[in-house]
């Protein structure tokens, strides 16, 4: 979608393209209420400033739709479209890491109550293992911040993906 396209859409089509970058109510609605952009960095600076603002119950709202790490995102829709793209070097991962992400996805949601998130985009198998098993050990307290700072990233790679400056052409 062009910017001027998102810039101009009605309320209810905008949010639902942001909804996928992040279904956080009060994202969504900050993103939408400081429309007109004038670039798509623009938009990225306001949705990264948003993403900054977030809270733990945000974070678990938001992760009730995201898939784990490993696991074939369901249904057809933008979010899965996204998520299966961006969990896309998982298609070719040993089975022994592949088990040992299940492992740890359990482990992990046992330990903090909610899914793994990490920026699965640009990662290999073996690195999101291993960023898994660091956090595992970590703090509640930093280790939602640090998982809300993930998401802050998936959500900006996304917006980035789906809407492009006007003078790069359609």
Same mark, same amino acid.
């Given at each position: 979608m062009l910017l001027t396209q998102f810039n101009t &859409?009605? &309320?209810a089509e905008a949010a639902a393209l942001v909804r996928v970058w992040a279904d956080v109510?009060?994202?969504v +609605?900050?993103?939408? &209420? &400081?429309r007109p952009y004038g670039s798509v960095d $623009?938009?990225?600076a306001r949705a990264a400033g948003l993403a900054a603002t977030w809270s733990e119950? +945000?974070?678990d709202a938001a992760l009730a739709h995201h898939p784990r790490i490993g696991e074939k995102p369901a249904g057809? %829709?933008? $979010?899965a479209e996204a998520s299966r793209g961006e969990q896309a070097s998982m298609t070719g991962a040993d089975a022994?890491?592949?088990a040992r992400i299940a492992a740890g996805n359990a482990a992990y949601e046992r330990r903090f109550g909610r899914v793994f998130l990490i920026r699965a985009a640009g990662r290999s198998p073996h690195e999101m293992l291993a960023e898994l098993e660091r956090r595992l050990t970590a703090d509640p307290d930093a280790e939602w911040r640090e998982a809300a700072a993930q998401l802050g990233e998936i959500a900006v790679l996304r917006l980035r993906s789906a809407v492009r400056d006007d003078?790069? %052409?359609a």
């Open positions: &859409a009605d &309320a109510p009060s994202f +609605d900050g993103i939408l &209420a &400081a $623009e938009l990225a119950t +945000d974070l057809s %829709g933008a $979010e022994g890491v592949t003078r790069m %052409g």
